[in-house]
């Protein structure tokens, strides 16, 4: 009863045995899944106003959120108001001189038949008349100059973004261009991934792709490869890969379809991509 006992338990354990060693030494097909390490694109703009002034009002706070559109920063606008109403009093002024000129010009033409009115009286009148009709039109667009700068005085969000950075306060005196906000954009969200040589073969405009964050039973969020950029460079410092950091690596971007709040800018990600193959392994 022990000896067959003992032959049992032999044939078990050589049973496992050979299992096992099966699934070691079996043809494996090869996986068809590239996994590549990444982060969530650095988007940002800095807002300022194409015209010098004063700093009037700021609406927004670093932190807040904001929809493309939205009114967030101001200039004291009464030097561009005087501006406009000193452009447009000019044109007014030209207007009316002109129809003073048109009016000497069409009796002095309506005469010259008759030769009451010499040819130069003509000619003058005539030249005053078009001159004016010059002068009209410049004054007209010192006008419309005048008022995109006050326009000018307005700084507008962009696109949907948060806000970064408030980095001028009420009162302060800018130069055109200088940022008053710093916007990180919210949509759309790119990812920026690097791919060695090896796999460049296997990625493709519009690959479809899935994007694994940190968090713990966070969202899995699709995309598609939208850039495939042609020229290697050395793996960034910030993307941990398993090979060594001085390959040479080719740069994807990848758009995600479904972003939300919780893909924040900067943030490592890890990236699928389904591979195809022609031939079965």
């Given at each position: 009863m022990k000896r067959s006992l003992k032959i049992i338990i032999v044939l078990i354990v050589l049973a496992i045995m050979g299992v096992v060693a099966y699934g070691v030494?079996?043809?494996?097909?090869?996986?068809?899944?590239?996994t590549l390490y990444g982060n969530v694109d650095v988007r940002q703009v800095d807002i300022g106003f194409?015209?010098?002034?004063?700093?009037?009002?700021?609406?927004?706070?670093?932190?807040?959120?904001?929809?493309?559109?939205?009114?967030?920063?101001?200039?004291?606008?009464s030097p561009y108001l005087a501006e406009v109403e000193q452009a447009a009093a000019n044109v007014e002024s030209?207007?009316?001189?002109?129809?003073?000129?048109e009016a000497i010009y069409q009796r002095r033409l309506a005469v010259a038949g008759d030769q009451a009115v010499s040819q130069e009286d003509l000619d003058n009148a005539k030249t005053n008349r078009d001159q004016l009709v010059a002068n009209l039109l410049f004054a007209q667009g010192s006008l419309t100059i005048a008022k995109d700068r006050l326009s000018y005085t307005l700084a507008?969000?962009?696109?949907?973004?948060?806000?970064?950075?408030?980095?001028?306060?009420i009162g302060s005196v800018i130069n055109p261009a200088d940022p008053v906000y710093t916007l990180s954009i919210k949509?759309?969200?790119?990812?920026?991934?690097f791919v060695d040589e090896p796999n460049l073969g296997d990625v493709y405009y519009g690959m479809p792709v899935l994007v694994y964050t940190d968090r713990t039973n966070g969202k899995i969020y699709k995309g598609k490869v939208g850039f495939i950029s042609p020229v290697a460079e050395f793996t960034p410092k910030t993307v941990q890969t398993t090979a060594l950091r001085t390959d040479l690596v080719y740069r994807l971007r990848i758009y995600i379809d479904d972003p939300d709040q919780h893909l924040v800018q900067g943030m490592p990600v890890t990236v699928q991509l389904m591979k195809k193959y022609d031939n079965q392994h």
């Open positions: 030494f079996r043809p494996h097909k090869e996986s068809n899944i590239l194409r015209v010098a002034g004063q700093v009037a009002e700021l609406f927004v706070q670093e932190g807040d959120e904001v929809v493309e559109g939205d009114l967030i920063a101001t200039l004291i606008t030209i207007m009316i001189d002109l129809e003073n000129a507008y969000a962009p696109s949907d973004a948060t806000v970064l950075t408030r980095i001028r306060e949509k759309p969200v790119w990812i920026r991934a």
